[in-house]
């Protein structure tokens, strides 16, 4: 198969789809790849590199998509890219399509095989391409959270772990997943007040087990996310429906009654966010004030930290690409139903049951187009 890994064009994204060593994986078996120059270089991933494994180096995207028969991203294709896919075309990356109908039409219009790394799941349950980016994200959470509670960026002028005699920031963390438990690690290390809300009592059980009197665990409801969040000084946002739009757990009249100068970070901006009040930002801009509150809303959190982004992903994604450039999209879809999860869009029809009924799409199951 041909396989092609163009370079990323989103807002300040220096990630790459394949790092040399997967694209090894794939021509040590017969397959030729074609990776735009300069893909990886921000990232200290040189051309020659790339060549040494046996890449095929092309001068532009548009040859890129021409060409290749899978094309292999990390971020979900912008408007300039959906438009260059072709019927029967494979795309694998993340795509994020609930809370964004405008990809989400392009693609079915595209007639391309869209597999989203995000829904793809794993043999112990979970999402094993998304869990790598979510540990980043989460973890990344709270530096971004501590930077931003600075007075020079706009907060109330905090620091985190306070000092003696002065009591240390609030982190209040809404999600226990893998976001959530990042999340909690860096902020149990920083010495500030952590607490941490679910809805699952067995994973709340868990970290107490673990973490004890160093965090506060509380059932999340309605009631418990408003007294957290009005005594806050941090929150990170950090919950997941699997394919599906986020809730919104905070609202506009919730965040106009929290602290001045608070800072809340919305892990979750990738399927809507979880804040009423959030919106996508970039990390050429990635804040903006609600009600004196500073809103952190970066869609590409890990993109800051991309080589190391990079090879956490393509750990977890070069087995599904290999599969997929060997057996051919039908083949290995039948082969793994972990894989088939992450069917999205295919030829046209929506095969993901959360985006078919976020968007008003019928439903066509993954099964029914590999008959």
């Known amino acids: 198969m041909i396989v092609g890994v163009p370079k990323e064009i989103k807002n300040h994204e220096y990630r790459v789809g394949m790092t040399p060593s997967s ?4 021509t040590s078996r017969g397959h030729k790849v074609l990776v735009q120059k300069n893909a990886g270089t921000e990232i200290g991933l040189s051309d ?8 095929e180096l092309v001068d532009t995207a548009k040859e890129i998509f021409e060409r290749a028969e899978m094309i292999v991203k990390v971020k979900e294709p912008q408007p300039v890219e959906c ?6 075309q494979i ?9 964004d109908p405008e990809q989400t039409a392009a693609l079915v219009k595209s007639g391309a095989i869209c597999i989203a790394y995000e829904t793809i799941t794993g043999a112990n349950g979970g999402l094993p391409l998304l869990a790598p980016m979510s540990e ?9 959270g501590a930077a931003h509670l600075e007075k020079s ?6 620091l985190l772990g306070g000092v003696p005699g002065v009591a240390p920031a609030h982190i209040v963390i809404i999600g226990a997943g893998v976001v959530g438990t990042n999340a909690m690690q860096m902020a149990v290390g920083t010495g500030a007040r952590v607490t941490v809300l679910d809805k699952s009592i067995d994973r709340l059980r868990q970290l107490d087990l673990v973490y004890g009197n160093r965090i506060s665990t509380v059932y999340s409801n309605a009631q418990s996310i408003e007294e957290a969040v009005l005594s806050a000084d941090l929150v990170i946002g950090g919950v997941l429906v699997p394919g599906a739009a986020a809730p919104k757990l905070v609202s506009r009249s919730l965040i106009s009654r929290m602290k001045k100068g608070a800072v809340v970070v919305d892990v979750a901006i990738d399927q809507g966010g979880c804040f009423e009040t959030s919106h996508a930002t970039t990390h050429a801009e990635p804040t903006y004030v609600v009600d004196g509150v500073i809103h952190y809303c970066v869609a590409n959190m890990p993109g800051a930290v991309a080589r190391t982004s990079t090879f956490a992903l393509n750990n977890a994604t070069v087995g599904h690409a290999v599969a997929l450039a060997s057996k051919g999209w039908k083949q290995a879809l039948r082969d793994d139903i972990h894989l088939r999860n992450g069917l999205n869009v295919c030829e046209g029809k929506v095969t993901y049951a959360a985006v078919a009924h976020d968007l008003g799409y019928q439903h066509v199951t993954a099964d029914s187009v590999l008959n």
Do not use: C, W
Request: charged share 15%.
């Open 136 to 144: 980043v994200a989460g973890r990344m959470s709270i530096q971004a």
């Open 23 to 26: 694209v090894r994986e794939l």
């Open 153 to 158: 960026k706009g907060g109330m002028g905090l």
């Open 83 to 88: 438009a260059m896919l072709r019927s029967g």
């Open 48 to 55: 020659e590199q790339y060549l040494a494994v046996g890449a």
């Open 91 to 99: 795309l694998y990356t993340y795509l994020h399509l609930a809370p």
